[in-house]
């Protein structure tokens, strides 16, 4: 098995990319998003060892 590492993503351009998928989905998702607060910890991603990290903002690429 791949041995992963933590990679922390930029604050901003993940909660747009959040709230563009989640606003007015359905009610759990508005609900969680009034209900957390995002700016009390970090956004992450887990990732092999080798990952291209220039495109770790690209949230697009995995949506289908």
Not at 6 to 16: F, I, P
Not at 36 to 60: M, Y
């Amino acid at each position: 098995m791949k041995k992963l590492y933590r990679h922390e993503l930029d604050c901003d351009r993940t909660m747009k990319f959040v709230k563009d998928n989640l606003t007015e989905i359905n009610a759990l998702s508005i609900e969680l998003l009034n209900l957390i607060d995002f700016k009390s910890g970090a956004f992450f991603t887990l990732l092999p060892e080798g990952s291209d990290l220039e495109r770790l903002h690209e949230f697009k690429g995995g949506v289908y």
